[in-house]
């Protein structure tokens, strides 16, 4: 005659496929959740070089020099570097959350980052 249900064995191999099932789901929605809010960083960080750049395309050319604004969590600031009667080449420092270069998707409050824009004359 046989018997039924299952064995201590069993019941502790299931138990261990299970905790490692559910260990690595909690472990992939952290890595979510990380990826998700290193985007949102990132996405505003871009927004805020847009507006910069947006709003020196609406400053006249003859008038474009030194300037600031802050767009959400960032501080920005420009200034000209050099130019020509047709161009002026101008460096944009945005300065707020951000990931740290070379920091492995580390994320700091104050990171400064700079690029480099050229006007074109009308």
Do not use: C
């Amino acid at each position: 005659m046989g018997r039924s249900g299952l064995t201590l064995i069993e019941v502790i191999v299931a138990m261990i496929v299970l905790a490692v099932g559910l260990l690595g789901l909690a472990a992939g929605t952290g890595w979510a959740v990380r990826s998700a809010e290193l985007s949102r960083i990132e996405t505003n960080r871009a927004a805020a070089k847009q507006s910069a750049v947006e709003e020196l395309r609406a400053i006249p050319f003859n008038q474009v020099g030194t300037g600031s604004a802050t767009f959400g969590a960032y501080d920005v600031t420009w200034r000209q570097e050099s130019s020509d009667q047709n161009w002026r080449l101008m460096e944009i420092v945005v300065e707020g959350p951000g990931r740290v270069p070379g920091g492995g998707g580390t994320v700091e409050g104050q990171v400064v980052d700079t690029i480099h824009y050229r006007l074109i004359a009308p």
